[in-house]
């Protein structure tokens, strides 16, 4: 097997995108970005606390939900997080053995796996509820979207999805920051993303942010986000 992966933070800034690269799991986080927190307490600093505590987690076999709020507790516990007023992040985890691939997927970081078909898995409630322009009162409350911040609860409202490894070929756990290539510019499929070097990948939408810098052919609140992916290729 092959993993690969690929980052850079947007331009002038430094990146709250982390990856960890463990030798059955990948963990793929996107640090919520917050103007009004200190810069030791940002969304680059709880994502890679996360990571961290995820890649102490993940050698054992209890479900990534539990994981995951697991690792949400021990923050709180160990630095005092409060509900509401924490940095937070987004999650993709994928973990496998010889028998199974397991996915997990928390807010806007996507899994997607392919082989015989290609299998999808995203958690759409953020986008479902961008029209709203208070849309952070809907921040991990039931009937809005969740995203790892400082309640545990959010771990068991992750999505997860399981494949047999004799029929997936590869899997891609990925931020926003890439997926947008897919989902909003339309630049990729995501059959275009297990095959294109990955520095390609994250390149063309750049390319392509720096051309719409106006944003009027895709209208967004920043030019440029972090980028982080992961490809993992079973059949290498």
Known sequence: MKIETAEQGAPGRVTEDRIRVLPNAVVVLDGVTSRTRPPDRNGGWYASKLADELVRLL??????????????????????????????????????????????????????????????????????????????????????????????????????????????????????GVSCGVSVYGLFSWEDLEQLPLGEVLDRIREAERDDSEHRLWPRHKTHDDQAIARITFSA
């Open 59 to 176: 050698d054992g076999t209890d479900p990534l939900t539990d994981l995951l709020a697991r690792a949400i507790s021990n923050l709180v516990a160990e630095h005092d997080l409060v509900p509401g007023d924490s940095p937070a992040a987004t999650a993709s985890v994928v973990r496998w053995n010889d028998d199974t691939i397991e996915a997990l997927v928390l807010c806007d970081s996507p899994v997607v796996a392919f082989g015989r078909s290609t299998r999808v898995l995203e958690d759409t409630r953020l986008e479902d509820l961008r029209p709203d322009p208070d849309i952070l009162r809907w921040k991990n409350k039931a009937g809005g979207y969740w995203v790892a911040e400082a309640d545990p609860a959010a771990g068991h409202q992750a999505l997860t999805a399981t494949w047999r490894r004799e029929e997936t070929e590869s899997v891609i756990a990925l931020t926003d």
